[in-house]
């Protein structure tokens, strides 16, 4: 809020600047900076190269699934393209059911036979 005068507050201007500062060393230490300071900048997948000029479409991928599994040694992660990213989990959720988190929700199989009297139809036809 400016000071009656119409200049800034300085001091509130620090608190922003400090609390900018720790928000950004604690997303340093996210698991994010440090699969892209471990690994080089290319998607696993499809072999794109990233730059800083669109390093925000580079992703980490959780192997397992599992976003609490986060080894410092990077052994859990893996960084893909967002396109590629979403295919996994695309892949993942066609493989395993609609909700892998919980077990029993994959949907019944199909079981309607839309050409089970197709050679009955097509007999009478004649």
């Not at 000029?53 to 699934?65: F, G, S, Y």
Request: with cysteine; net charge positive; charged share 35%.
């Amino acid at each position: 809020m400016p000071k009656q005068d119409g200049r800034p507050d300085d001091a509130r201007l620090d608190r922003i600047v400090a609390e900018a500062r720790r928000a950004r060393e604690a997303r340093a230490k996210g698991y994010r900076e440090q699969a892209l300071k471990l690994f080089p900048w290319v998607c696993g997948r499809c072999g794109r190269e990233f730059t800083h000029a669109n390093l925000q479409l580079l992703e980490v991928h959780h192997k397992d699934q599992n976003h609490d599994n986060n080894p410092p040694d990077g052994s859990n992660w893996e960084l893909l393209c967002t396109y590629c990213h979403e295919n996994e989990h695309q892949r993942y959720i066609t493989e395993h059911g609609r909700d892998p988190e919980e077990p029993g929700t994959r949907p019944p199989p199909a079981t309607h036979q839309p050409f089970a009297d197709l050679k009955a139809r097509l007999g009478r036809r004649k």
